[in-house]
């Protein structure tokens, strides 16, 4: 189903013999009702009373048998709720009606009986047709009586005296009187007997607590509840018919009324008018509240009216002239019904317990066919059950060892089996965790990178930086106080530490306190630092020594108040060569003058070589001559006749004379041909140097240049210490290179997230990212200007390796 319906609205007239046949008729349609009342003359000839209506209803009930209004009326209602379907059959109209007749019957005359117990006597012959449902029929008698529920049932022996008065309780399933007794039926006879109970309590309540019957409501339900017997499903179905006989909506006259019938009409007055209230916003589309709960009629009747259900309505009229106005406003009530829809659905509901037992059964079934695959497979003995303590224990174990390397691999046995192996993964990561931060703990005092006022005490202490790294260590990657950088080990005073800080300080004096300190800068100090100890000359040491302690004696350079004195930047720059003498004397100063120190060593160099070449060519034609001589003399010698004695050869001193010569100044030539190969490896060592050196002072000028002129200051402002980009970190070259898109971030970072700020966090996280980011390129950048070690004669690759770089380095002095 599922679809919407109307309400089914009919009209039953009670049989009279006053009929108003001039007032009432009934169309050919067997739907139509016409009323026709006359003027009244009291108001006048001329009135605008309306005096004709037609109501087009589902069928018009005149002179019908109890049978024919039971197949119209109530049949199919009932026939649905068999299938599920709640079904509700109200009997609406002034006293006397006929509504107790249609609704019940003569209770006398087993013909003349009304729709009840035909429902009933339905309900069972269908329960018999359907031998593979085992349904169950369950029935309630309430009573509503100026605004007070009654259980019609509430005599039988087996009810208990209800302790608490009745309530109207709504939960998922729908509404329910709470304390009203709902009475097991399994044959028709029993429903019957129960209907006359309920009716003889009614009866009698009319007299012993002086109730009219026909002010009150009355609700028999009927609830039906049916399971298949073949199928083992779980699902079920129950429904519930209302048999609803309401009271007298008659207008009852207040004026003439008092007491009890005042109070009487008062109640019935209001539950009717609030049942059509109910009723025409049901019957409004638009309307999503319906006022269901504003008397006990309707609240009680709330999954009964529109909804989910099947609904009937069978308007009593009486057809004498007398009782035209309240069969007019009874007419309204049903075209008013006529108008609400309902949406008849199943309600079908789950059986718990017939669900466990179903998936039990569906799971022994499960574990024999796996049994039968696992032999199959050869797969004997696995277990499928929950595991118990000690097998998770030995899982662990495993998990353990695995980690541990000592065990090659876990085995896959089942399912449940690989989920405990990663839930012990999970457990043992866990403990591992917990078990590396209280080693940390033990060893350090962690701060939690968060806690800025943690990290700001630490700060002031002096023990990091701004960025959380600690002060001299130079590629720091977090906190972790208590551990000693190598420069400030005690006991080491060593020389490193204080150069260390002597290099930074003097950097920043040199470069200005804007700039910030780049790794090459870094790179120097290791480098002299190192270098320093083994070079054998005295000059360069004093010259080096003296450098410190003048640095020594200015104060380190600091942020803010040297920033203020900083000159204001030239609108124009100016022109590179006049730039480029500024550079030299300013920030360059120091490869400068480093440049021109290895440029007038190599300049020296090449001037020894030079005379060392003059000396050589020298000798080398003294050696000519003085061999043009000998053998002169030789000659000499050979014509006058030798000499000789006891076979030695006799030569006069000249001769001798000009052989020492000889030896002497080959002599002199070997050492100082040695002396001119020393010079020219010399030579060729220091061209590299100053080579570099110049390379290195254009490349610092371009970026000085830049910075100087180009780069914008807020973004010199993040490379300051202390500021987002940590010093070293980034080399210039690649700040200057930045896009203007990447400067506005910057830029916007630096304005609107300061560190400490309210939107630190954020910031911080960002920080982070792009940091490692640069560290990586800066890794990147380093290996590729490592220089290729140039070796002094008699030194090692090892030793010229330490701390080398290509303009800190110096050559020696001869
Ligand atoms: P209501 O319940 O609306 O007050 P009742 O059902 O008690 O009215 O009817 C009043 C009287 O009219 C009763 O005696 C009843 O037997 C009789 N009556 C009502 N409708 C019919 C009918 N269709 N055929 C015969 N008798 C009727
Ligand atoms: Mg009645």
Not at 107 to 126: C, D, S, W
Not at 345 to 363: S, T
Request: hydrophobic share 35%; charged share 30%; with cysteine.
């Amino acid at each position: 189903m599922g679809s919407r319906k109307k309400v089914h609205a009919f009209v039953r007239v009670r049989p009279t013999d006053d009929f108003a046949h001039e007032m009432i008729k009934y169309g050919d349609d067997n739907k139509t009702i016409d009323i026709h009342l006359k003027k009244d003359t009291r108001r006048g000839a001329v009135n605008n009373q309306q005096t004709d209506w037609s109501f087009k209803l589902d069928r018009v009930l005149h002179d019908a048998s109890q049978d024919l209004v039971y197949e119209i009326v109530a049949k199919d209602v009932v026939s649905q709720a068999l299938n599920g379907f709640n079904g509700t059959i109200m009997c609406y109209g002034q006293t006397g009606a006929g509504k107790t007749y249609t609704m019940t019957g003569a209770t006398e005359n087993y013909k003349h009986r009304g729709i009840l117990p035909r429902a009933l006597q339905q309900v069972f012959k269908m329960i018999e047709e359907r031998p593979t449902h085992a349904i169950t029929v369950r029935v309630s008698y309430l009573e509503i009586y100026n605004e007070s529920l009654f259980d019609l049932l509430s005599t039988l022996p087996y009810v208990g005296p209800s302790v608490t008065p009745m309530t109207i309780v709504e939960n998922p399933q729908g509404v329910f009187i709470k304390g009203l007794s709902v009475h097991l039926t399994s044959q028709e006879e029993d429903a019957f007997s129960l209907l006359f109970e309920g009716e003889t309590n009614r009866i009698i309540a009319s007299h012993t607590m002086n109730k009219n019957s026909s002010r009150s409501h009355c609700i028999f339900t009927i609830y039906v509840e049916a399971r298949s017997r073949t199928l083992s499903d779980e699902k079920y179905i129950t429904s519930k018919i209302n048999l609803v006989d309401l009271a007298g909506s008659e207008r009852l006259g207040k004026s003439r009324s008092e007491g009890r019938v005042l109070k009487e009409a008062t109640y019935i007055n209001k539950s009717l008018s609030f049942l059509e209230q109910a009723i025409i916003a049901l019957g409004d589309q638009k309307r999503d509240h319906i006022p269901f709960r504003q008397c006990k009629l309707t609240h009680a009747l709330k999954d009964s009216l529109g909804g989910n259900c099947n609904m009937v309505l069978v308007t009593n009229i009486y057809g004498e002239a007398a009782q035209l106005e309240e069969t007019l406003s009874s007419l309204r009530f049903a075209s008013r019904m006529k108008l609400v829809t309902t949406e008849p659905a199943i309600n079908e509901k789950y059986d718990a317990e017939r669900m466990v037992k179903n998936l039990e059964k569906e799971l022994a079934l499960l574990k024999q066919e796996l049994a039968i695959h696992d032999s199959l497979a050869n797969r004997t003995l696995v277990n499928y059950d929950p595991m118990d303590e000690s097998q998770i224990a030995e899982i662990n174990s495993q998990v353990r060892r695995y980690l541990e390397g000592t065990l090659e691999e876990i085995d896959i046995i089942n399912l449940r089996q690989i989920q405990e192996v990663f839930n012990q993964f999970r457990v043992v990561l866990s403990q591992q965790e917990q078990e590396v931060e209280s080693a940390l703990r033990r060893k350090y005092t962690l701060i939690d990178k968060n806690d800025y006022a943690a990290i700001s005490a630490v700060q002031k202490a002096g023990l990091v930086d701004a960025d959380g790294h600690l002060v001299g260590e130079p590629d720091g990657q977090g906190f972790g106080l208590g551990v000693a950088p190598f420069s400030t080990k005690p006991g080491k005073k060593s020389k490193s530490k204080k150069m260390f800080k002597e290099q930074l300080s003097s950097s920043a004096r040199k470069e200005g306190a804007s700039s910030p300190l780049s790794s090459k800068d870094l790179d120097v100090s290791a480098s002299k630092t190192q270098l320093t100890p083994s070079s054998k000359d005295g000059d360069v040491k004093d010259m080096l020594m003296r450098d410190r302690e003048t640095s020594n004696t200015e104060p380190l350079a600091s942020d803010s108040p040297k920033e203020e004195l900083r000159p204001p930047r030239p609108s124009t720059p100016p022109a590179k060569p006049v730039a480029f003498e500024d550079f030299k004397n300013e920030r360059g100063s120091e490869i400068n003058r480093i440049f021109k120190e290895n440029k007038s060593i190599l300049n020296e160099r090449r001037k020894r070589a030079s005379e060392t070449t003059q000396r050589i060519n020298a000798i080398k034609q003294e050696i000519d001559v003085t061999k043009e001589a000998l053998n002169l003399q030789k000659s000499l010698r050979e014509k006058q006749g030798e000499y000789e004695n006891k076979g030695l050869m006799i030569i006069d001193e000249e001769e001798f004379l000009l052989i020492l010569k000889l030896k002497d100044l080959k002599k002199q030539y070997r050492t100082e041909y040695q002396d001119l190969r020393d010079l020219r490896a010399e030579i060729q060592y220091c061209q590299h140097l100053v080579d570099q050196c110049r390379h290195r002072l254009l490349t610092e000028f371009d970026i000085w240049y830049n910075e100087s002129f180009f780069v914008p200051e807020d973004l010199q402002m993040a490379l300051r210490p202390g500021g987002s980009i940590r010093p070293g970190m980034m080399p210039l070259s690649k700040i200057v290179s930045l896009g203007e898109d990447d400067q506005d971030r910057f830029s916007q970072l630096q304005q609107t997230m300061l560190p400490e700020g309210p939107d630190s966090v954020s910031f911080y996280n960002a920080k982070v990212k792009m940091e490692q980011k640069i560290v990586k390129n800066h890794r990147g950048m380093e290996k590729e200007m490592q220089p290729t070690p140039v070796l002094f004669p008699g030194e090692s690759l090892g030793q010229s390796l330490v701390g080398c770089s290509p303009w800190g380095r110096r050559v020696r002095h001869e």
